[in-house]
Structures are given as C-alpha cells and as structure tokens.
C-alpha cells in the first residue's frame, strides 16, 4: 500500500523560505517519479511544480518556481523535499506530493501521477 505524508506546510511572509518533506512507503524511489504539485483553491486545477526523476538526476521545474524552488530526495529516509525560497504570496496553495512508477519517462502534468499525499497548506502573506 502506498502512502505519502507531506509535511512543512505553515504561514510565511512573503521573501521567506520554507522546506516541505514527504515520506513515502510502499514505494521503491529508483522505480518512481516523484513530484510536487499544488492548488491554490478548490476551484482551480492543480498545478505541477516540481519533480525529480526516478534516478535521482534529473529534475525539472514549473517556470513560476524556476530558481526559487528545489526538490531533493533522501533515499535512506525514504523522504523528499521541496526546498522554497523567496516565497511570493502567488505561491499560497495547498502543497501535494506525488509519486508515479516510471523508470525513464518524467511526469510533468498532474494527471500523470498514481500517488498522492494529503496535501500540505503553504500560505505567503505579503
């Protein structure tokens, strides 16, 4: 059974940093795809942020966090991480991790992924 717990979520001013942890089990990251995405309100699609390649060396960005945002993996902790700097208030949005079971092929849209986490609630005042 697969399970991701995101976690990190709070309020922030705006410039400020902020890192979001997900720890994922029934998954074997070397065979997975994993990613962050968000949505900033229930009426409004999701939105792929981030994700990191089942190898572990690649990874690709939304232009609207390109330079802000990193995404990490640690596999000994089974977690990985959306490291957010410089936090804009077009940021807040409830943050979800994901995860899809692909070894070469990188998921850049949300409706990609088979896995998701319960979301995390990241909110940027200005």
């Known amino acids: 059974q697969v399970q991701l717990v995101e976690s990190g979520g709070r309020v922030v001013q705006a410039g400020a940093s902020l890192r979001l942890s997900c720890v994922a089990s029934?998954?074997?990251?070397?065979?997975?795809?994993l990613g962050w995405i968000r949505q900033t309100s229930s009426e409004k699609e999701r939105e792929f942020v981030a994700?990191?390649?089942?190898?572990?060396?690649?990874?690709y960005y939304a232009d609207s966090v390109k330079g802000r945002f990193t995404i990490s993996r640690d596999i000994t902790k089974n977690t990985v991480y959306l490291e957010m700097n410089n936090l804009k208030p077009s940021d807040t949005a409830v943050y979800y991790c994901?995860?899809?079971?692909?070894?070469?092929?990188?998921?850049?849209?949300?409706?990609?992924?088979?896995?998701w986490g319960q979301g995390t609630q990241v909110t940027v005042s200005s």
């Open positions: 029934g998954i074997t990251f070397n065979t997975h795809a």
């Open positions: 994901a995860a899809e079971p692909v070894r070469y092929r990188i998921p850049v849209t949300p409706r990609e992924y088979d896995y």
């Open positions: 994700v990191i390649n089942a190898a572990g060396d690649t990874t």
